[in-house]
């Protein structure tokens, strides 16, 4: 058995509960694909990515209802090293990829070269985009995970003063014709880490200085605060990712939809009673 059937052998038998049944469920939950549509699935060269891809491909392969995959791979100045570990990752998992090379690693360190975290995401994410709708996509699928989601929530929390938290699917900001979606937002990370490890898979990191941990991460300061409050409370990282769906409008200080503010009297004045 080669390591692409052993793969997906796994990812329907020996991983079932954690991988195939979550990333099915939110599929349904959050109504992210239908017929029809033509999906661009956004491979970085990182674990969540490869086996996202993989999970599409076993959708589509054993689905009710048929879709397009479009893989693309943004080359945003890597080493060659890491490049020829995308392309064999990609040729042993039978990933089809379309990988384009791009400067945004140089830009963003151009730009603001102790924080280049922010400026690399908008960067990459507007070139994803924009390859996207040249290959006739509709949707574009992005590799976070459950994870990814509650470090967010609480890096909003603590770094930014908003409750603000990753959505399952959004309409893509100056691509009104791409919705990006998250199939992956109920598998936790050490779940991707175990089905790559036992088929003696090596990813890369994102390949820039901060995932090699020469700069200072917040999101790694949230990870391990998160690891830390569970050994205390273990399904603490259960409520972080619930309390974004609980939100009770009645008890809190005010509100934003869309660009428009509800501070506290309005609700108040709305004459609630809890």
Same mark, same amino acid.
């Given at each position: 058995?080669?390591?692409?059937?052993?793969?997906?052998?796994?990812?329907?038998?020996?991983?079932?509960?954690?991988?195939?049944?979550?990333?099915?469920?939110?599929?349904?939950?959050?109504?992210?694909?239908?017929?029809?549509?033509?999906?661009?699935?956004?491979?970085?060269?990182?674990?969540?990515?490869?086996?996202?891809?993989?999970?599409?491909?076993?959708?589509?392969?054993?689905?009710?209802?048929?879709?397009?995959?479009?893989?693309?791979?943004?080359?945003?100045?890597?080493? &060659?090293?890491? *490049?020829?570990?995308?392309?064999? =990752?990609?040729? !042993?998992?039978?990933?089809?990829?379309?990988? $384009?090379? #791009?400067?945004?690693?140089?830009?963003?360190?151009?730009?603001?070269?102790?924080?280049?975290?922010?400026?690399?995401?908008?960067?990459?994410?507007?070139?994803?985009?924009?390859?996207?709708?040249?290959?006739?996509?509709?949707?574009?699928?992005?590799?976070?995970?459950?994870?990814?989601?509650?470090?967010?929530?609480?890096?909003?929390?603590?770094?930014?003063?908003?409750?603000?938290?990753?959505?399952?699917?959004?309409?893509?900001?100056?691509?009104?014709?791409?919705?990006?979606?998250?199939?992956?937002?109920?598998?936790?990370? &050490?779940?991707? *880490?175990?089905?790559?490890?036992? =088929?003696?898979? !090596?990813?890369?990191?994102?390949?820039?200085? $901060?995932? #090699?941990?020469?700069?200072?991460?917040?999101?790694?300061?949230?990870?391990?605060?998160?690891?830390?409050?569970?050994?205390?409370?273990?399904?603490?990282?259960?409520?972080?990712?619930?309390?974004?769906?609980?939100?009770?409008?009645?008890?809190?200080?005010?509100?934003?939809?869309?660009?428009?503010?509800?501070?506290?009297?309005?609700?108040?004045?709305?004459?609630?009673?809890?």
């Amino acid at each position: 058995m080669t390591i692409k059937e052993q793969f997906e052998r796994d990812i329907i038998k020996k991983y079932r509960p954690k991988l195939w049944a979550r990333f099915i469920r939110a599929l349904q939950d959050y109504q992210m694909i239908e017929e029809g549509d033509t999906v661009g699935v956004a491979i970085s060269g990182g674990k969540d990515s490869l086996l996202l891809a993989k999970l599409l491909q076993e959708v589509k392969l054993h689905g009710d209802f048929d879709f397009n995959l479009v893989f693309i791979s943004m080359d945003p100045g890597f080493s &060659e090293e890491n *490049r020829e570990l995308i392309v064999k =990752n990609c040729e !042993t998992l039978g990933i089809p990829v379309n990988i $384009i090379r #791009s400067d945004v690693f140089e830009v963003a360190n151009k730009l603001d070269p102790k924080r280049p975290c922010y400026m690399c995401a908008k960067m990459r994410r507007g070139f994803l985009y924009t390859k996207a709708k040249e290959f006739g996509c509709n949707k574009l699928a992005l590799g976070h995970h459950f994870n990814d989601v509650i470090e967010t929530t609480m890096l909003n929390i603590l770094y930014a003063g908003s409750f603000k938290t990753m959505v399952p699917k959004v309409k893509a900001e100056n691509f009104d014709d791409i919705t990006l979606i998250r199939p992956m937002i109920y598998i936790h990370e &050490e779940d991707i *880490r175990k089905i790559m490890k036992s =088929n003696d898979i !090596t990813c890369m990191t994102c390949g820039c200085r $901060i995932a #090699s941990n020469e700069l200072p991460s917040k999101r790694r300061e949230i990870k391990h605060l998160i690891r830390d409050l569970k050994e205390i409370y273990p399904i603490v990282d259960q409520n972080i990712f619930k309390s974004a769906a609980n939100v009770n409008l009645n008890a809190i200080l005010g509100y934003k939809d869309e660009d428009e503010y509800f501070d506290f009297n309005y609700i108040f004045e709305r004459g609630k009673r809890q």
